[in-house]
């Protein structure tokens, strides 16, 4: 009698391998896209990323949506995201579905596809040289083109009006109060602890600082304009990613967003810094010729403000902690050490400013 065969049973598929499986169906499906290659990358704050390489050598960026509760506002991203580009601003754009659709949305996976931009390093983590300049004549396009869009004209409003003072008291009671009944503390939450009783302590120099702001530009805004949103090509700025909704804010907090990036400001010295800083405004105002000078040089005091008056990440480890890594924990630090430093010297740093642009 012969012996059965023994088989070797199937390799379990993983889930990464089932959605690169999905996210080829859909490329095919609603974008009649072969994928020759699906590669996962980093992930976004919402999405799942991925590289993706078709038959013919073209490469593109998708984003896998984790929920569908929000395509709304991630189309309207998307379309904001359109607008900069249909004005000459640099950014990627996104690739239509067959039904001329911005997201996929209808399929097993919500999904916006992207022309890829190649060998580009993202500004994260400071500025350097050229790179100054060509981030604010990046940004000072943008603006002049969002400053037509039709959600918002702009207008002007109380500088001092950019932090909610009392709403930031409030919040650093609570999370002190949160650190002090937690029942045992870890080095971090030790110093984050600290660090918080030191910015409840100097809010009321904070708002003494925002008090003498005078009207400042409030516009539609790109809304995230972090390091990692802006991507160079060497010294030139490549593509800006990863637009929010239409939303207006003060202009100048997003200047400050990007040239303010708390590892720039460490990194070098306080003078090689604001060199770079000023050739990101002069920059700025070469591109966008109707921006108010009080909106530059109140940057400097609108950015060290908002990093003041926020508990973000000093809060993480009580509100998150799931999120909690050994990065989140140096940014903690660098950016509480950075906004000090700037609270400093802000009144010799806008000077200097304030005499660069006449």
């Known amino acids: 009698m012969s012996t059965p065969s023994h088989r070797p049973a199937p390799k379990p598929v993983s889930a990464e391998e089932e959605q690169i499986t999905a996210v080829a169906a859909t490329l095919m499906l609603a974008y009649g896209l072969h994928p020759a290659d699906i590669t996962r990358i980093p992930e976004g704050t919402a999405t799942d990323n991925y590289a993706v390489v078709d038959q013919e050598g073209r490469r593109h960026f998708a984003k896998v949506y984790r929920t569908r509760e929000h395509l709304h506002p991630e189309r309207t991203s998307v379309e904001l995201s359109e607008y900069c580009a249909d004005g000459g ?4 754009r996104a690739t239509r579905t067959r039904e001329h659709e911005l997201i996929q949305a209808h399929g097993p996976l919500p999904m916006s ?7 580009t390093a993202s500004a994260e983590g400071g500025l350097a040289g050229a790179r100054w300049a060509a981030a604010g004549t990046a940004m000072g396009r943008l603006h002049n083109r969002l400053a037509s869009h039709p959600a918002a004209a702009p207008r002007r409003e109380p500088g001092a009006a950019v932090c909610d003072m009392a709403a930031s008291r409030d919040r650093f009671e609570r999370l002190i109060h949160a650190y002090q009944h937690k029942s045992r503390l870890g080095e971090f939450e030790t110093w984050a ?5 030191e910015r409840q302590a100097i809010l009321e120099d904070v708002e003494r600082a925002l008090a003498s702001l005078p009207q ?6 790109h809304g995230d304009m972090a390091g990692p949103n802006v991507l160079f090509n060497d010294n030139e700025v490549a593509a800006i990613v990863d637009f929010r909704p239409p939303a207006s804010g003060y202009l100048a907090w997003e ?5 303010c ?3 720039s400001v460490l990194d070098n010295s306080a003078e090689s810094w604001l060199t770079g800083y000023t ?5 700025y105002r070469d591109a966008n010729p109707s921006a108010s000078p009080d909106d530059l040089v109140s940057s400097l005091r609108v950015g060290c403000a908002a990093m003041l008056c926020s508990a973000f990440p000093l809060s993480v480890p009580v509100e998150r902690p799931h999120i909690v890594d050994a990065a989140m924990e140096a940014y903690g630090r660098v950016r509480h050490e950075a906004a000090l430093i700037l609270l400093d010297r802000l009144p010799t740093m806008e000077e200097a400013l304030r005499d660069a642009l006449r």
């Not at 601003?89 to 990627?92: E, L, P, R, S, Y």
């Open 89 to 92: 601003v640099a950014t990627a």
């Open 113 to 119: 596809l992207w022309s890829y931009v190649p060998h």
């Open 193 to 197: 602890l600290q660090a918080s009783r």
């Open 216 to 221: 400042l530009t409030v516009q539609v805004l």
């Open 255 to 259: 200047i400050a967003r990007l040239g």
């Open 261 to 263: 990036d708390p590892k």
């Open 279 to 283: 050739d990101l405004t002069l920059a």
